[in-house]
């Protein structure tokens, strides 16, 4: 999704949840400056999306009985990351704020998984302390405006983000394993604020109006 048509969205929910544009971009500078002169380019994305399946893996907890049908190219959204790896499967890309686990994130990443980390106004201190751990493919991005590399496919969650990077780069299908709209993790601390982020989430992949995206059937 181009920026132009995103920033309509981006708008509504710096309103909705009083975030500020300016710490976001901050944070985009500082997430830039962290990666000069290694990240990865989004030509490596398309490489691995464009015309093929592709299951986003998101952290509801009926994830681990979903693992076994997973399909064609797996991109995890943070923590479902570790729940991957309990199973024994690698994803091959994962979207993160850095709010999952760190550890297993830099592992997944060691072992060939596309860090897609997310750079937003609440999230600087956890991009300076976490950032340089990473040694494999890194690629960067923004919910306000892209700047110095890093970018921005749409998307506003780790997990409906996953799901437009799969949109924007052209999967030939895209199915969505762990997702529950409506049901907050138990672990979350704000329930109510999560429970608007679902929301959220679920507006923002009906936007895409793809009819090739295929939602859990319960």
Do not use: C
């Not at 909705?16 to 030509?43: K, M, N, P």
């Not at 960067?140 to 924007?168: C, K, M, N, S, Y």
């Amino acid at each position: 999704m181009e920026f132009s048509r995103w920033e309509i969205y981006y708008d509504q929910i710096l309103a909705d949840f009083g975030y500020s544009r300016e710490e976001d971009e901050r944070a985009a500078r500082v997430l830039s400056g962290l990666l000069e002169g290694r990240s990865s380019s989004a030509d490596d994305l398309r490489a691995m999306i464009e015309g093929k399946l592709v299951t986003v893996a998101g952290d509801a907890e009926s994830l681990g009985r979903e693992v076994d049908s997973l399909a064609g190219v797996v991109i995890s959204a943070d923590e479902a990351t570790s729940v991957l790896l309990a199973h024994d499967v690698v994803p091959d890309a994962f979207t993160t704020d850095l709010d999952g686990k760190i550890e297993d994130l830099v592992r997944a990443n060691l072992q060939g998984a596309v860090a897609i980390i997310h750079a937003h106004g609440d999230n600087i201190d956890a991009l300076q302390e976490h950032v340089g751990k990473f040694e494999g493919q890194v690629i960067g991005t923004t919910q306000a405006e892209p700047l110095g590399g890093i970018l921005d496919f749409g998307g506003f969650t780790d997990g409906d983000r996953a799901v437009f990077i799969a949109d924007h780069f052209g999967a030939e299908e895209i199915r969505l394993a762990g997702f529950d709209f409506e049901n907050p993790r138990r672990k979350d601390k704000d329930l109510k604020v999560k429970a608007r982020k679902l929301d959220w989430a679920y507006l923002l992949i009906q936007s895409l109006d793809n009819e090739r995206i295929i939602f859990p059937s319960s």
